[in-house]
């Protein structure tokens, strides 16, 4: 008896696959130079029956976590922790109430996010601040044209803006202290 994810499964065959990949380099004489070895991940084949009232969901349990990619649990004489890679039932004449199976996992590592939101102490919050405005731009000068047939009369001046310079908040901290903002 083995378990997967919590439900119980009759494996037959239990195995477990663990390889690595060994960088070579030509050289000129004798044997080829190794000089890099680097795990890579580990496997586990199992087969096995899956019988009982419960059998048609321990099957839909596992296409579920395949196709969603949940990592699953097995625990039997091997103990391993993976993604399902394939799984393929057998239903036949010889077992009742039930099928066989053969089923591959495979090792995985995710990635977990690196990001933590921290909040910034008030004196770094004003050097961080974001400025109020970001400039005005020049406005273009409209000459008379010399075009013939042209009219100056739809040529409208607008006036120029006026620039606003953002407040920033002083610093409470005394001179000398890493938070001191510069002057």
Sequence with gaps: MALLNGHYILVEDESPSYEVEITDQPVDRDIDLSDHVQRKARTLSISGIIVGDDADRIRTMIVKAQDQ?????????????????????????TIMDGFSFTLSMKEVRIAGSSYVKVPLSIPIKAQVAKAANAGVKQPLSKKNSTNKGSSNSNVVKTPPKKTITPKVPKSTNKRGTPWEMPM
């Design 69 to 93: 990619g949940e990592v699953v649990h097995f625990s039997g004489r091997t103990t391993f922790k993976g993604l399902i890679s394939g799984f393929s039932p057998k239903h036949d004449h």
